[in-house]
């Protein structure tokens, strides 16, 4: 296939690339806007009544709203507009798939066939506010409840920052040494650079009254029971922990490899040129993790990197635009086809693929017809799973659908006074600023509980 170099010794190698190119190479990837493309950009909107923009955001941001402010040179109101529905308005600014959401449903598209860039608008407005530490929130008086939050990612952030506004303590568990969940670990390294992830948790920190404890495991260190006896209600915001497996043999061989652990060890690294990358690399998935890892590898200087997915590319979880950016990048992505073997020696060496297809009903078989990779390192990025064995006695109160965790519209779980948001509840999709939002509609309906009918307990458990 054209991944072979003609080397089929396993090529592994630390520093593949200078300093300088894995500079230029994790560099910012979408530069924020100057004042004169700003005011360009803003001139773009049309200000709809009933914006689509603001109805295809998860957070509702009033985004005529914002650009108008922007117009008129007030970025601090801008900022203010944005922040209020969503504390990572300048995380979603750059992570946010906003070509299939407020920008696929800009009225511009109609008109001129491309959006208003709402993303680098979001982020021109909210940038001055976390470069300067402008405090725009305060906290109301001591409502005297205290709420537990288990997670400090987007939705543990979100959750908490919403609650100390609304008046309560709050006291966030972690389990990392570092805040701020996928957004340190996961996304992409050339999407936020200049430690931006730290940056707005600090920012996020400054309200007051939220105390942090990292380095804590629901499950190990403390379990629910014990949170609800000390707290006045629960937010469980812990991500998914586990990663999904493609169950053939020999998946453990070295060589193989989670994309998601190597992505977390490629966004602590304070040496990039230090990572040992293969030559060539394939990668399993169809989703953002699969495109990330996979032009990370060819920034880190790998040769040959190319993406199996086992369906189309319109079922690919990774948007077009992500798509774009691999193939760009010099990767190259095969569609119908799955994992069927992985060839080893004492290491792997490849693997082997059989050719997919799909029936009328969408069920998916194999053909039968095979084809294979060779390969330095394989990364499995087939999504992740809930860990449940955290929940100790109360494992079997919490309802499940698809691995993940039942919640109602206002992320109320089956269990009394616990609430949950993020990845780890069933109808999310698995974004960060859905994380955001499930935190702040959570941390709504904590206060109206705390402050209405938090004798309500008892009627839930009936
Ligand atoms: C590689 C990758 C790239 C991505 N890229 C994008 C992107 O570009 N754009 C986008 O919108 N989304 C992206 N996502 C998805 C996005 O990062 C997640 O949807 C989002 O971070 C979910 O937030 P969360 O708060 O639910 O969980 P997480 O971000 O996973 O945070 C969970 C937190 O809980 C803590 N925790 C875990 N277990 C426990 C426990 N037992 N006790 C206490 N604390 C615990 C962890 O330390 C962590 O801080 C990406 C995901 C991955 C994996
Ligand atoms: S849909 Fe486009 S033009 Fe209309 S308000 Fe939103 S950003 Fe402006």
Known sequence: MTNDSGNRKPDIQQGRLSAAQIDANFGDISPSLSRPEALIEADRCYFCFDAPCTTACPTAIDIPGFIQKIRSDNIKGSAQTILNENIMGGMCARVCPTEILCEEACVRNTHEDKPVNIGLLQRYATDPVLDNGTALFTRAQDSGFSVAVVGGGPAGLSCAHRLSVLGHSVVLFNRDQKLGGLNEYGIAAYKVVNNFAQREVEYILSIGGIEVKTGVSLGTDMSLADLLENHDAVFLAFGLGGANKLGLPNEDIDGVLSAVDYIAELRQAKNKGDLAVGNRVVVIGGGMTAVDIAVQSKRLGAEFVDIVYRRGPEQMGASRHEQDLAQTSGVTIRHWARPAKIL????????????????????????GQTWSLHADVIFTAVGQTLSTDIFGEKTDSFKHVRGKLVVDDNRRTTVPATWAGGDCIDGN??????AVQDGKVAAIDID???????????QWQT
């Open 344 to 367: 080893v020696d004492d290491r792997v060496t490849g693997m082997e693929f059989e050719c997919t297809e799909q029936a009328a009903d969408g069920s998916l078989s194999g053909t």
């Open 429 to 434: 999709d698995d974004l960060t600023v859905t």
């Open 448 to 458: 109206r509980f705390l402050r209405t009918d938090k004798q309500g307990d008892e």
